[in-house]
């Protein structure tokens, strides 16, 4: 469940409002200096969700430096630990019967294996100790009798480029091929019985449709379509006929629909919004009801289908104004859920839910040390591009200073087709108490903005959507906001190409940069991609260019190949077992800059992959953020 919509403003109309309220309320205190562990710290009772059976709370809690699982009885003060996990955090879990499943990986390499164990921290099973394999998640399988003790996984082990299905039992690990892939089918979709209904399959750019009435029969074509089109199953109605699909076929916007796989079309659409796609649906798989759709916008927004559910919603918003709320479970009976409950100064707290009374009663405050009062508001913006599109993004300002010549970090998001939102992000704020102004923004290809949007970036990494990073720089330098000659870039993944394309591309315009498991070389990173990613290679090629074909725009695009443009210092940082940024991507733009004597502080951690997971490397990590920053940026002495 979502919050309301906040309008949309421009940051223009933001900065009159702000002149507008100063005189009749009373100038914020600039916040205290908060430990910078304080930021990055694991969470105390953090993930909190109930059993099926409402005996048991469970939660994430650190045990030797290590987020690990623990149980505690439903009205007991006292917690067992049941898992002991001293090399990597655990971060995903759930339950499954009376016992808790969870997947872990080996230092950060994302080949991801299952295990479980009881409530009482006994029986604890490897269920796919493959190594070298990736193991996912289909259908956990809830309130489906018969299937209490099992779910539906998916391994490539047969195939590293693909996953066949299983059906696992959770307490033995007994495993039965659901499906030989000999096809080389690339997703599943199953119905409410947990019977595999559906499977898609693409060429590299064209992805095809295939459906069946029962396990008993083939796979049959529905439809193919490019991947620029969305057509995304999210569950089969109450009769397991018709399929709920978001869907932007014949649209700009993705829209909620009701598909006839037999008649092979759209029956009519449920629902859409004509400023952004619809990205999720809670279908109520015990009630078998469509409750809501969901997306984002400024905050996240939610229309509901089912009144008990949009009830509760605005019963929630009522108790917690401002706030956004999510519902994270509930057990088995509907009388007692888990809500928690966030915004962008406060990361979260968890409440229990009385489905009778309707109140809540908070169960944890994870991060107890983080005073909200002192953590500085997210403020949604909007400005234009130099070629005239409308870039939505959030600027943080420290707390207690004026909004005039700020030193700023500028963090554009990875993905890159994912979005920033509003929301606690520990970062930001561990930078904006630092005394830092920080500019978030959704360039050409975030997602959520429509299609047209999200093509627009297509073969522009380095050029039209790094200009539409410029362009808020240099919005926030005209608005007289941004100190010209202390701006900083920070970003990590594809954050960090931009990064290194911002102090390549746009050399005056940064006093120095970040780059955190960032790519600096397209030729190097299509050449190191996950196998499984390989399918898709061809919508790569597409997106962001094809190596022989795009050469000179590779080579034009790619800050490796420009590190003689270089001239301010960087702090580089990288995970040694990074599957997705491979290390040579890092090592090769160290050695470039070592060469011409260019100022490069480089941090490698052995035990990590594709971001930093384990507590002391944050510390690392934040740490050096934080000298290399106070050294290069100098904000006014606190």
Known sequence: MKKSKLYLISLTALLLIAGCTSSTKEKETR???????????????????????G??????????????????????????????????????????????????DIGGDENFQLFSVTATGEDKKALTPFSGYRTGILDILRFIPGREKEMLVQINKRDKQYFDPYMINIETGQLTLMYENKQNYDSWFTDNNGVIRMATKTDGVNVSYLYRNTDKDTFNLLL????????????????????????????????????????????KELYANPDYDLGGVFYDQQKKVLASVSWEGEKEEEHFFDKEWGDINDGLKQQFPGYEIGFNGWD??????????????????????????????????????????????????????????????YLTLPKGIDAKNLPVVVNPHGGPWARDGWYFNPEVQFLANRGYAVLQMNFRGSTGYGKKFWEASFKEWGKKMQDD????????????????????????????????????FTPDLYCCAIDYVGVSNLFTFLKTIPPYWKPYLDQFYEMVGNPVKDSLLFA???????????????????????????????????????KRGIDVEYMVKDNEGHGFRNQNNRYDFYGAMEKFLDKYMKPGAR
């Open 31 to 53: 916040a205290p200096l908060v430990d910078l562990k304080m930021f990055f710290k694991n969470g105390d009772k953090t993930n909190f969700q109930i059993s099926p059976d």
């Open 55 to 104: 005996s048991y709370y469970s939660y994430l809690a650190n045990f030797k430096d290590m987020l690990n699982i623990f149980v505690q009885k439903v009205g007991d003060e006292n917690a067992i630990r049941v898992t002991n996990d001293t090399l990597r955090s655990i971060s995903n879990y759930f339950w499954k019967g009376d016992r808790i499943v969870y997947l872990q």
């Open 469 to 504: 990073i410029t362009d808020g720089v240099e919005y926030l330098i005209k608005e007289g906001i941004a100190d010209p000659k202390h701006i900083a870039i920070y970003g990590g993944s594809y954050g960090g190409y931009a990064t290194l394309a911002g102090v390549a």
């Open 556 to 594: 034009e695009a790619s800050p490796a190949l420009h590190a003689d443009k270089i001239k301010v210092p960087l702090l580089v940082a990288q995970g040694a077992n990074d599957p997705r940024v491979n290390k040579a991507e890092s090592d090769q733009m160290v050695d470039a800059l070592k």
């Open 332 to 393: 088995d009976a509907r009388k007692k859920g888990i809500v928690s409950v966030y915004g962008d100064r406060l990361r979260v707290k968890y409440y229990v839910y009385d489905f009778g009374t309707k109140k809540t009663a908070e169960i944890s405050n994870p991060y107890p040390w983080i005073n909200e009062n002192d953590m500085a508001s997210m403020k949604p913006i909007t400005y234009t591009s130099r070629d005239g599109l409308t870039i939505h993004g």
């Open 224 to 267: 193919t379509t490019t991947f620029k089109d969305t057509f995304n199953p999210q569950s089969f109605d109450a009769g397991n006929r018709n399929i709920y699909v978001l869907s932007n076929f014949g649209r700009d916007k993705v829209s909620l629909v009701e598909y006839d796989p037999g008649l092979k079309k759209e029956v």
